[in-house]
């Protein structure tokens, strides 16, 4: 086992948790150790401060009012997409659409590219270890048009079978790969940029959902050749009700509007309206203005300590994870990836994962626990459910270390 | 550690979750019908054999925790002999019950062949865990749709 004294963190965790005001708290009276940012993080005070400030300070409708307010506004929301594209080194600010979150964002290329470019006679090729977002669009793509669903296996290990993505892509018909980057079950990291590359050699475009890989690792939609890439504000220690669709301008071009109404018109008239330019057009009504200057100041934030320095952090927290838990009389951890991040599922022997939670919540971990969105892999994987630890940039490996004392007790408790 | 779960996972209820006495597809029945619980995956199938107006028994299938499970044996116990509409007033009851960790009439005052009521109290002990309100509930209100559900559609086993 790892002596928590091996382990370097790559950046002082202690500087980055006295900036999460929520995390001086106690539940009560137990230290709170929240286990559970891969659900939602927590918001640093850059954050919550540069929303506050725009309230107090600059804050008035987008795009639309010939006034002072309105043009600082619009510059501050507007900026916030030079600020994704830098992140995502994407080719243009242009391909970057904001929507609600990564749901929207896969929600729209389904009905906008799914019903407005692809054709009767096509597939969509998901895998097994998809989250429902990435599942149930498609459904009800295949319900509406006829267009196929396939579905890539997964091998014990929890890591996508290259060898099925392979299969599934032979006959030429499957005209969009849509995978998670990383698995919000497993913490598996997909191969993206081979995922791509097979995709495109057989004439197929490729969506991944960042909702988890984008706040561990460094993304580069251009590298990796991602055709569409989609991912969530509130993870990346950003607001709710902002998420992102990465898309190449000519996809984006092709494909029509998503929602009707203001901001994503050209002109309008009782007999016709035109569109505006992208990604105005797939930005109908007021946008999310406030969210938008906090998730800048999110990504601000997080560039500021380094994914470099993230990524390592997060690398020796599931070094230490992995050998906690294994130690876990009863428990077993599910998934054994070669390449993955800091997303523990596990289950205990004789315990049901909703009764694990339950105790670990009296000793203030946050967990979470059920099928966690992703029902179809839970039956891959034989479980009904499981309890999840994950880590955020703020985690310790004193508050792992904490889990795996209590869930021996827990174990105990149960037996 | 865990002194404050002490209450919910009474000896009562891990009796009942660990050796449930309902437990199983029956080989008679006449309704039945299946609850979900999509945010954690609970899911519970309720078997039902009516008679006259009451009911004559029940037994159900569970694939949840501990709560679900002893929630689920217990009612099974509660309800066998009763009226269709006093099982969905005992219904009512418990989940007041866990909501709130009042207990009912039957238990404050006691009543005629109430034991297997007043063993539904240690239930109660959920009020003070709202997130687990509904493994308490799931099975009770998957009752009382097997209770009002088409004969036609359930069978006989054998």
């Known amino acids: 086992m790892n002596a928590i004294s091996d382990i370097k963190p790559a950046f002082d965790v202690d500087v980055i948790r006295a900036q999460f005001p929520i995390l001086s708290q106690t539940i009560r009276g137990k230290t709170f150790t929240f286990l559970d940012s891969a659900a939602s993080a927590q918001k640093p ?182 055709d569409f890439y989609v991912w969530t504000g509130h993870k990346l220690y950003g607001p709710t009700g902002i998420g992102v669709l990465y898309a190449k301008r000519e996809l984006l071009e092709a494909m029509p509007p998503f929602m009707g109404g203001g901001d994503m018109i050209g002109s309008v008239s009782f007999e016709r309206s035109t569109w505006a330019e992208v990604p105005h057009k797939f930005e109908a009504g007021t946008p999310m203005i406030l969210e938008a200057i906090g998730l800048r100041a999110a990504i601000e934030w997080v560039e500021a300590i380094g994914m470099e320095a993230i990524t390592a952090h997060e690398a020796g927290l599931v070094h230490h994870a992995l050998n906690r838990l294994v130690a876990v009389p009863g428990l077993r951890v599910l998934g054994t990836a070669q390449d993955r991040g800091g997303v523990f599922s596990f289950a205990m022997e004789g315990a049901h994962a909703h009764d694990v939670a339950t105790l670990l919540d009296r000793e203030g971990i946050a967990v979470r626990a059920g099928n966690h969105c992703a029902e179809p892999l839970m039956r891959r994987l034989g479980v009904d459910s499981t309890a999840r630890a994950s880590c955020g940039i703020y985690t310790t490996p004193e508050e792992i270390d904490r889990l795996a004392d209590t869930l021996v007790k827990v174990g105990e408790f149960f037996r | 550690m865990f002194d404050d779960v002490r209450d919910l996972y009474s000896e009562a209820i891990r009796n009942h979750s660990r050796a449930p006495r309902h437990a199983g597809r029956p080989n008679v029945f006449d309704g039945s019908a299946r609850g979900d619980n999509p945010m954690c995956g609970d899911r519970v199938t309720v078997f039902v054999r009516r008679g006259g107006t009451g009911l004559e028994g029940a037994g159900f299938e569970a694939r949840g925790c501990e709560l679900v499970t002893a929630s689920a044996d217990l009612m099974c116990d509660a309800v066998a002999g009763r009226g269709l509409d006093e099982i969905t007033g005992i219904a009512g009851q418990v989940e007041a019950m866990a909501r709130s960790g009042q207990m009912p009439d039957w238990v404050t005052q006691g009543c005629a062949h109430c034991d297997a009521l007043e063993a539904l109290q240690p239930l109660s002990a959920v009020h003070e865990f709202p997130s687990r309100l509904r493994c308490v509930t799931l099975p009770w209100t998957t009752l009382v749709a097997a209770l009002g559900s088409d004969s036609k559609t359930s069978g006989d086993a054998a």
């Open chain 1, 45 to 226: 005070r850059a954050v919550i401060d540069a929303m506050v400030l725009a309230m107090e300070t600059q804050y008035s409708n987008v795009h639309r009012g010939l006034h002072w307010m309105s043009e600082r506004t619009s510059d501050a929301y507007e900026g916030t997409r030079d600020v994704i594209a830098r992140l995502l080194n994407a080719g243009s600010r242009e391909e970057i659409v904001f929507t609600k979150n990564a749901t929207e964002a896969i929600n729209l290329v389904a009905h906008s590219y799914g019903r407005g470019v692809m054709r009767p006679g096509q597939a969509v090729l998901i895998s097994a270890m998809e989250h429902h977002a990435n599942l149930v669009p498609w459904q009800m793509l295949r319900d509406a048009t006829g267009i196929e669903l396939r579905v890539a296996d997964i091998t014990d290990a929890g890591e996508l079978d290259m060898a099925s993505v392979e299969a599934q892509l032979a006959d030429g018909k499957v005209g969009l790969v849509a995978i998670t980057h990383m698995s919000n079950v497993l913490g598996t990291v997909n191969p993206v940029a081979r995922i791509a590359a097979l995709s495109h050699q057989h004439g197929a475009k490729v969506l991944f959902d960042g909702s988890q890989a984008v706040v561990h690792r460094a993304v580069d939609v251009q590298a990796i050749d991602a």
